[in-house]
């Protein structure tokens, strides 16, 4: 009966102490109202529209700019294929920096994931040692790297090649999210200094610079504790050279500082990053502290506050520009293929014009690949077409390029037509002079930019034939 009666007594306190429990997380847990408002979570898409913009640009990509690619083997120049499941990803957000600087804590507060069973794991010590990628799913489940890499609807099948040990490293977690309806974030592996990166079993490096090559927005995350400058990251700013307009960096924790100390940890930031980042302007940092507990008290909340609100503003740009930055990729990407495809005509043009009956194919194409401003491969381009000097490739590429590929494996551009598909010259450039234009022009617009039914047939133009003399 005594057992009883103390039984009864204890569970309502024990229900009370969690009642109480609860109102003080709640009263040191902070406000996240202000990024759904920022972010606009709660506005619907007109998904119909996005999906026919992006349908169009998968056709152009593939009839345009994808034959001149497998024609001139531009994927064994720069290694970056594009899939379909590329050209339809979401934008991904990707997050950098020294180990334990909050980065994984940066994702679970904006998820809104903090305690709940699928928040990513935080601690004081190296924690994360995958890339994990979060990603919208219809119900929440991990995703293993072996399967995301096999699935070609996915944008991550080309991390095959970085070997069975990468893929053990890597994990996706799909879940039901506003956010992630329009973004992926992809946490990484913290850089740690004093441990060299080949113990990781696969190609750490390369391995950033393919998520680097892809990323939209690109978080690289230190704290006032983690400023120091070492050969690991100072190799990743080496990575991240030409993608500064994509760069943030964000001085995490900083309600552990006073003010006085704050601005002293915010020059030591600069002065530590300022050989690392050559350009004129230097990338934007925020300043704040991003968890979702309360900031520590007499510390510049309001500072804090409207650095995150900043943050958030400059993903949600990120979000709303999306199918604009994605065209302006396959843009980007199909001038870099002409290009290549130019150089690539240039050098077997050069080659059967000093090829003579007597000559060694051999000696004659290394002369040509050893010197090419002796016959003037790189200059001609600049000459003959609408190229800019600073858009050409390291002439120093093709040597490798052309020690895999035989020069006269190539076709001529001039031999590049057939009568019903046209010249693959004029196809890649009527796609970056006025399909791509005109595709970005119907969304800047607001008009639906559906396929016409020529455009979907292949019937509006009349082939010409190229054999006819006029």
């Known amino acids: 009966m005594k057992v009883l009666v103390s039984l009864c007594v204890f ?3 024990l229900a009370l102490a969690t009642a109480e429990e609860e109102a003080v997380l709640e009263s040191i847990l902070r406000d996240r109202s202000h990024i759904e408002e920022t972010l606009r979570l709660a506005a619907d898409e007109k998904a119909g529209d996005y999906a026919a913009a992006l349908q169009r640009l998968r056709k152009i990509y593939h009839n345009s700019i994808r034959p001149m690619e497998q024609a001139y083997k531009y994927n064994e120049l720069r290694q970056h294929e594009i899939s379909d ?18 980065k994984s804590s940066m994702i679970n507060y904006l998820l809104g994931l903090q305690d709940t069973p699928y928040q990513l794991y935080t601690g004081a010590e190296p924690t994360t040692s995958e890339f994990t990628v979060i990603m919208h799913g219809e119900k929440i489940r991990t995703v293993e790297g072996i399967v995301m890499a096999a699935d070609s609807s996915r944008s991550f099948s080309p991390l095959e090649k970085f070997g069975q040990n990468f893929l053990e490293k890597l994990v996706g977690i799909e879940m039901p999210h506003k956010l992630l309806e329009r973004v992926t974030f992809v946490d990484t592996p913290g850089i740690i200094e004093n441990r060299k990166q080949q113990e990781r079993g696969y ?3 390369d391995v950033c610079q393919w998520f680097i090559d892809r990323a939209d927005l690109i978080f690289v995350v230190f704290d006032p504790t983690k400023l120091d400058v070492g050969l690991e990251l100072e190799m990743l700013f080496r990575q991240l050279k030409g993608r500064e307009s994509q760069i943030r960096i964000i001085l995490n924790k900083a309600d552990s500082l006073a003010t006085q100390d704050l601005m002293r940890v915010y020059g030591a930031l600069f002065w530590s990053l300022a050989p690392l980042i050559n350009v004129t302007e230097p990338p934007r940092v925020y300043v704040s502290s991003f968890w979702p507990y309360d900031y520590a008290p007499d510390t510049s909340r309001e500072l804090f506050k409207r650095e995150e609100i900043s943050l958030l503003e400059d993903l949600n740009q990120v979000i709303e520009n999306r199918l604009e930055n994605k065209i302006a990729f396959i843009r980007q990407h199909g001038i870099r293929v002409r290009i290549h495809a130019l150089l690539v005509d240039r050098y077997v043009q050069t080659f ?21 401003d002796k016959f003037y491969i790189f200059k001609s381009i600049l000459a003959k077409t609408n190229v800019s000097k600073f858009d050409l490739p390291n002439r120093d590429a093709y040597r490798d390029f052309f020690g895999i590929n035989p020069v006269n494996s190539f076709k001529q551009l001039s031999a590049q037509c057939s009568y019903m598909g046209g ?3 004029e196809k890649i450039e009527r796609a970056i002079t006025h399909e791509l234009p005109s595709l970005l022009g119907s969304i800047n617009s607001g008009k639906n930019p559906t396929l016409s039914s020529c455009e979907a047939t292949g019937c509006g133009e009349k082939p010409k034939n190229r054999y006819r003399r006029n």
């Open 352 to 372: 059967k014009e000093k090829m003579t009956f007597f000559s060694d194919p051999e000696l004659v194409f290394k002369e040509i690949v050893d010197d090419p």
């Open 423 to 425: 010249c693959l010259l």
């Open 11 to 13: 569970v309502p306190l």
């Open 85 to 102: 499941g590329e050209i339809t990803s979401k934008p991904m957000v990707l997050f950098l920096g020294p180990w334990s600087v909050g």
């Open 203 to 205: 190609p750490f490096n």
